[in-house]
């Protein structure tokens, strides 16, 4: 087996430690299957601390899974979602969305991942017009696909547009872990207080094996919900080997410690590449990943040692993800083995 | 943690250590995410060791979702799946054939779970005519749903009855080794020799933290599975676990043990209950199940110690499962308890 | 053009002159569309006046159509539809309900067209349990499929039962003015007076051109249903011309007329099938069909001059229908070539 | 009645004089339903005389069912259309495509309607990748909903692109008879002969009651659209209506005659409105639609005399159109109230 460094994603990393031991620890005997088992419980309750007594919490398999389920529970096959163009729901699912959910994506285009009010507005001026899909929801991510994060005010600001124009504000939170220990904040700060009515929450690109949870801040809006969990294929039959993985990521705050780490991986290459004139920063370096313009030689090269993927093959831009696994030594060995490409390429 | 034993379902049980073995294993460094590591390269190699070299294998979640991504990759908007009424496709699913897949499943009547060619004759009247769905999948359950199996022949006709009318035959094969080991036979011999043309193997009810796999027999109809895959929220990021399980499970027959056991258990169950004339036995035990009329106060005492689910509540007859960590023991003491309750309740 | 005669649909008549008419009037200037014009206010009224002023009608191009766009608006996609095995919804629609809908329809046998309560009550044991669709509607049929009526109490216990339940009751009433012409009462005796909350009702076997209306009774169910009236492709531009088809069949009880004659034309016609042994009544002729099994050389014989359809091969069973268009002259010639051929065939 | 002159859409006029009585023609005897009928045979007969022996003709109820279906019979689950985000399929038809097709929409911004081979290009990067839906079809209207006309090269570019890379060319031509006159071609010069592979055809907007065609001009794409037609609600009973007035359309040039008329309306109309500098013509003129900004009082006086529609409200942007039914003095006398308007307000 060749071990392979990856900067290409957080998921190509494993399963932190302390989740893996998680997983040993619950199996033991048997356990009521799809949720009904004391590690379900105990989880759910460490959300419930997190997000506020009033949530309802479910477990699903992956960041897809989570997003469509969960916008799935709050719109009719006449609604529409509004997202930025360059959202995970729109460019990466496959077509899930419309597929399976069988609504409509209304996109606006974003330079840095992020949507306003002033862009949602144009979208509301149908409303009633039945010759016209229904804008019902307003869906963010955070951190967003452009690795920028959203300040909490922004956050209030959607939700109370969309509260005042009967929408919902959805939060594809696959990197929340990252956007909360970026800002310093604690989960609720930028969900329940701010007005985030339907949150996924992401695992796996945070330590875990498998497991994605989605979370109703406003609890009304999950009500039907185990119908749709089992009926989008989302029902995990030995569920407590999910739930204990998220007891383990709520416990010692090793979300925080594992985001903060990924966080500063991805500033340490950011300052790092900020030093070399032949790459160009696109992208405000805020979570764990860093967006850059590199001559194309100089990708092709530094492929041949690493997983490394272009965001965009026109400009020449990569992305490049730390994770929970990232050391410092791999940070200074891409940045070693990049200037050498450099100076071999006489760029 | 109270340690419960329980015969309402073998997923009820954990994982197997060489499972669990295998997902510590297959934690080391980073991978490509979505199925482009080595261990999911060993594993379908292993597949197809077992189902021969020209089929496309497949790691999902679980069940259901093998179940619909299988049958959604092979059924048009206007298509029908044939079923037994108890097919968990119809039953379990929460109507995700008909809105994942948005196709119609036909169903027949069935006394132990199995369907036969004189049923499904009956619903190609229609073929050609626009007013009707049009059949075009036989879908079987090898263990069926009441523990019974299949025997090789029968298998056979269903699937030359279903080509030589434009079908084709799905088996939902979540416990595949099961009948495999009930059988005394290898898998290709209930499946890729007989005809079967995609196939859903169940790995979580035989030892797995969680997986199953999609399996295209006949490899064309896996051409585009990829995208239905991804799009149906089935396809894993850290795959490798999911994978590497699936790896264990192949190597040392594993598969074949977890299998033969529980069916052993069932059988010594099902011998025991025999000598009780309180309790009927009402289908054959031919797998890791025991169906069984016992007088409801009979099913309400037991309950306070073991989990134990009614499958009919009108005729109280229970469904009892054994899985790869039931022991001799387990099955006795339960014996025991139901004899002293039955002494109890002067039944 | 040959003239033909046909027996095989109620579908086969043409326009009544009277609906005829009211299409060349209101082919004056131009007029709003999509149902903002005056036709359509006029119609609708003469809805209300029939089934109450608190009901909301809608206007849509076909019986399928009806169903479908009537059931979407009261099921979420875990919701299930309970109804006979013969229902149109279920038998002859390609799976339109699955498909468009999402949803799944569980089928309860019936020999005569018709189910009960007690075939309802079995579907409902798992309301609740995430794993089953959610039974959600009781569709009937008024006149059923076999061309039998419901009573109107036979409804209010379908209802009362339904509502009692958390369930609704859709009645496909693509017949209905048969069956109100049939009992000899009110629309609202068989709908509105007796619980029924959505009812689709039938234009086109009763004389129109082309139209079908979708009435909510009970109202608050309808009030986002413009937008599955347009996205479920049954919203006409150009709706006066359906609005003034249903102002005609609605003006000087039109509807009643042609029901009532088409209902007499199969009463003659079972009055005179009664008297040849050779032929067997099948179901109560209690509108405009008449079931009968004829020897097959027979049928073969008739369907040289008729247009006939078998219902059931196995059976040589057809389904005769009668129409507003068909006369007594029809009907005799129809029974004298069947006599004719009975005795050429010597049976 | 009052009589109402509408320039809000050509849907607001009538029925064709031509088209009423081959309806009233067709109303004798009975017929076969759901197209078995003479006159469905006969119209489908003239559409293969203008559209080649080898396409395959359908008859649907309206615009979006025309669209909807057409591209259902095309797209998998996993497909995507591209077309320009002014498309009736993307703006109008209430998220159809989405829903009832279950596919993604890729939107291309358009100033004139219009989408070009570059703008499509940049959607095929992600061909074979399973995270992305698959481009497969090309959509563009014929008349743009701007009321510009495709020139022949510019469809067989598209056309040319799309069967290089494995996709088809799909074309709403709900008024492909306006962009015919308008350029003085046969219908096959801009669909058969420069690569269109499926064609919905306009019957409403050109003098029909209600009817659309989906013509597949690629034979073998519509094998399955039978259940396709009947599954989405579109297929008509009594069919020998909607198959007349298309073969009173196809008779004398009918279709030529009307939009003919419809497009000089509009021209007149363009040629007054430049001569009033208050108003600014914003689209080319091609077909039957002027596109015009007039200033908010003057449309809102207008209003009170004519159905006229805004397009943009922010841009106080009217969409003005004529139809066959348009009157060279109805021209006259809304310039002449236009001028009138305009000089009390004294803009």
Not at 309 to 331: C, H, Q, Y
Request: with cysteine; hydrophobic share 45%; aromatic share 8%.
């Amino acid at each position: 087996m060749v071990y392979i460094r990856s900067f290409a994603s957080d998921n190509h990393a494993g399963i932190h430690p302390e989740v893996l031991k998680a997983i040993e620890r619950a199996n033991v005997g048997d356990a009521i299957a799809y949720g009904g088992d004391v590690y379900s419980e105990r989880a759910k309750r460490l959300f419930q601390e997190h997000f506020g007594d009033d949530c309802e919490v479910y477990f699903v398999f992956n960041g897809t899974g989570a997003n469509i389920t969960g916008l799935k529970a709050v719109t009719q096959s006449y609604h529409a979602v509004i997202c930025a163009e360059t959202a995970h729901i729109h460019s990466d699912e496959c077509g899930a969305a419309e597929n399976v959910i069988g609504c409509k994506l209304l996109t606006v285009p974003s330079a840095d991942g992020k949507i306003t009010v002033d862009q949602v507005q144009g979208f509301l001026h149908d409303i009633g017009n039945a010759h016209h899909s229904q804008p019902k929801v307003i869906s963010i991510s955070q951190v967003t696909e452009y690795g920028t994060v959203y300040r909490p005010e922004e956050i209030q600001a959607l939700a109370d547009f969309a509260h005042a124009n009967g929408l919902y504000l959805y939060m594809d939170g696959s990197r929340l872990a990252n956007a909360a220990a970026s800002l310093g904040v604690e989960f609720r700060e930028i969900t329940t207080d701010v007005g985030v009515d339907v949150l996924s929450f992401g695992g796996t690109k945070n330590g875990l094996m498998v497991g994605e949870a989605v979370i109703f801040l406003n609890k009304a809006l999950g009500q039907d919900f185990p119908f749709i969990h089992k009926q989008s294929l989302q029902l995990a039959s030995k569920m407590r080997f999910i739930a204990a993985q998220f007891e383990a990521l709520l416990t010692d705050r090793l979300w925080y410690r594992n985001a903060c780490h990924a966080n500063r991986m991805a500033k340490l290459l950011a300052d790092e590449l900020e030093k070399i004139p032949a790459v160009q920063i696109t992208q405000k370096v805020e979570a764990n990943a860093v967006f850059a313009i590199i001559p194309p030689p100089i990708v092709t090269k530094l492929q041949e040692k690493y997983l490394i993927s272009l965001w965009s093959e026109a400009r020449s831009e990569v992305r490049l993800m730390a994770s929970f696994n990232t050391e410092d030594r791999d940070i200074h060995q891409l940045v070693d083995d990049l200037r050498s490409a450099i100076n071999a390429t006489h760029i």
